[in-house]
T-cell receptor, first 113, second 115 residues
Framework: EAQVTQNPRYLITVTGKKLTVTCSQNMNHEYMSWYRQDPGLGLRQIYY???????DKGDVPEGYKVSRKEKRNFPLILESPSPNQTSLYFC????????????FGPGTRLTVT | AQTVTQSQPEMSVQEAETVTLSCTYDTSENNYYLFWYKQPPSRQMILVIRQEAYKQQNATENRFSVNFQKAAKSFSLKISDSQLGDTAMYFCAFISTSGTYKYIFGTGTRLKVLA
């Protein structure tokens, strides 16, 4: 089954404790992306990657890191989480060509206290 | 910079009626795609419909259709014969295919279908 998986689905952590949210896709997609969803703000792109070892900042990259060492994986790293990073996070992937449809993971609910 | 605006935070519609969700965007690009995604209470993001900017014909998918006005930079979604399962958050989205490939989403419209 074609899918994007994220782990963990729920995470409660404390300020400053480094964490990683994993993302993996099995569709051989070149493009992968991370978003955060906040009430009233919609989805905002954090980082995206056009292919292995190629990453670019989205609209809200501050406080986040990513890496793309393998085509299927695109982890999101919060080196020193703060309460304003409490949010719902989505990973997505797509082919870099028509139809440009993104496939989303199930989301990760992160709470930073 | 590209922007996507959804000016209706919440809407409601009676079951079996028709509802239109609005979306406007701003871009200087000529090559782009527009999308409507649905997010039901399960939180899963689901593609509803897609429109290529170079196509003049409005896209349709069963009960869902769009009114794409390129000159006005408007991209509304019409849901006909609304069903209870259409209750969800709907996001309008844009991607330029001639530059950065950044995906831009609107702030969403929460639609409630009433029995």
């Amino acid at each position: 089954e074609a899918q994007v998986t994220q782990n963990p689905r729920y995470l409660i952590t404390v300020t400053g404790k480094k964490l990683t949210v994993t993302c993996s896709q099995n569709m051989n997609h070149e493009y992968m992306s991370w978003y955060r969803q906040d009430p009233g703000l919609g989805l905002r792109q954090i980082y995206y990657s056009m292919n292995v070892e190629v990453t670019d900042k989205g609209d809200v990259p501050e406080g986040y890191k990513v890496s793309r060492k393998e085509k299927r994986n695109f982890p999101l790293i919060l080196e020193s989480p703060s309460p304003n990073q409490t949010s719902l996070y989505f990973c997505a992937s797509m082919r870099t060509g028509t139809p440009y449809e993104q496939y989303f993971g199930p989301g990760t609910r992160l709470t930073v206290t | 910079a590209q922007t996507v605006t959804q000016s209706q935070p919440e809407m409601s519609v009676q079951e079996a009626e028709t509802v239109t969700l609005s979306c406007t965007y701003d871009t200087s690009e000529n090559n782009y795609y527009l999308f409507w995604y649905k997010q039901p209470p399960s939180r899963q993001m689901i593609l509803v419909i897609r429109q290529e900017a170079y196509k003049q014909q409005n896209a349709t998918e069963n009960r869902f259709s769009v009114n794409f006005q390129k000159a006005a930079k408007s991209f509304s979604l019409k849901i006909s014969d609304s069903q209870l399962g259409d209750t969800a958050m709907y996001f309008c989205a844009f991607i330029s295919t001639s530059g950065t490939y950044k995906y831009i989403f609107g702030t969403g419209t929460r639609l409630k279908v009433l029995a």
